[in-house]
């Protein structure tokens, strides 16, 4: 399992805050140094974004201190970490800290029901470090409707809201940027059609490959592509091949989605959000509703998804920007 140390590694999709906030609240501490540091360092990761993800039964109204919560722990854990886990704000920030052999961690709404409809809330959690705003998860809020997982008694979903089109630009001007994995079709066209600069889907995979309506539609992979943004693929079992058509995908049938992205866009738009469960599946029971196992048992097994890439003939540099140069060129652009 070597390949080469320089790679730059940066996952674009990982739910760190919530399972720190999570274990803290049952009394761990060191969560990162204890159960988080030795899975990264074995991928030789250097950080991740991570999302700000409520769940269901903490709205509406505990969805601003609940993702507060996320982000004072957070510092809780940089502190005990002993300068080993810092937060990043720029992109500058993130070849710094890997410079300095520290862990980066870039903070991302993954639905915005924290803001509670409240534009001006937005520019406080930037204050606060929030680089990222995923506009929904797979549920209605006050921006948009996700891509629902059971799509049943939710009455007809719509596009973005006037709010989720405020949000929209004001996260551009803020210089945030817009991750639309999660969200519905004629949401993610309003957004196409709003923002200016690029789109990331920071945790989605082919629907061609998959048919899920959280996968993304070929035209929707060229839509993202055009103005430059990254595709995370995600390691999650059900968005990798179907239950019905195979219980247990592997990284094989995950390398195929690269392949797939490859051959409509190239390689500049693929990168990575594995959005690893299996550490969660202890105490949350979140996943088990759709079955859901992870295709790589977390980031220590990185290598053999770059493994399957060398052997399908991906050269260095492609990989390299496949693991992390593509998501830092859309950082670049967005936060700076
Ligand atoms: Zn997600």
């Not at 993702?67 to 502190?79: K, P, S």
């Not at 493994?307 to 060129?329: A, C, D, F, T, V």
Request: charged share 25%.
């Amino acid at each position: 399992m070597d390949y080469p140390s320089d790679y730059l590694i940066f996952g674009g999709h990982f739910d760190l805050a919530m399972d720190l906030l999570d274990r803290r609240e049952r009394g761990a501490r060191q969560v990162f140094s204890t159960i988080y540091e030795p899975d990264f360092r074995a991928g030789r990761v250097s950080g991740i974004v991570s999302a700000l993800f409520l769940h269901d039964h903490f709205l509406p109204e505990m969805a601003l201190r609940k993702a507060l919560d996320q982000i004072a722990v957070l510092h809780e854990e940089i502190e005990e970490s002993e300068g080993r886990l810092v937060l990043c704000t720029s992109t500058q920030d993130i070849l710094e800290a890997g410079r300095q052999g520290r862990f980066a961690v870039v903070l991302s709404f993954e639905g915005v029901e924290p803001l509670m409809g409240d534009l001006r809330l937005l520019r406080v959690f930037h204050a606060l470090g929030v680089r990222g705003v995923g506009l929904t998860w797979s549920r209605r809020n006050e921006a948009a409707d996700g891509s629902s997982f059971h799509p049943t008694g939710i009455g007809r979903e719509g596009g973005l809201s006037p709010f989720g089109v405020k949000l929209v630009e004001e996260a551009e001007r803020l210089k945030m940027f817009i991750d639309v994995s999660h969200i519905n079709d004629p949401g993610f066209w309003d957004v196409m059609e709003i923002a200016e600069g690029p789109v990331i889907a920071s945790h989605s995979n082919c629907r061609a490959l998959c048919d899920h309506p959280r996968n993304l539609t070929d035209d929707q992979i060229r839509a993202i592509a055009e103005r430059g943004g990254v595709i995370g693929m995600n390691a999650l079992s059900p968005f990798v091949v179907l239950p019905t058509v195979k219980s247990r995908p592997d990284v094989s049938d995950l390398v195929d989605h690269v392949d797939h992205i490859v051959r409509l866009v190239g390689a500049d738009f693929v990168g990575i959000g594995f959005d690893f469960d299996g550490s969660f599946e202890d105490y949350s029971g979140r996943g088990k509703a759709i079955e859901a196992s992870d295709v790589l048992s977390g980031h220590k097994e990185i290598p053999l998804f770059v493994k399957e890439l060398e052997q399908r003939g991906y050269s260095p540099k492609e990989i390299g920007k496949i693991l992390g140069l593509n998501l830092m060129r859309v950082f670049e652009k967005t936060m700076g």
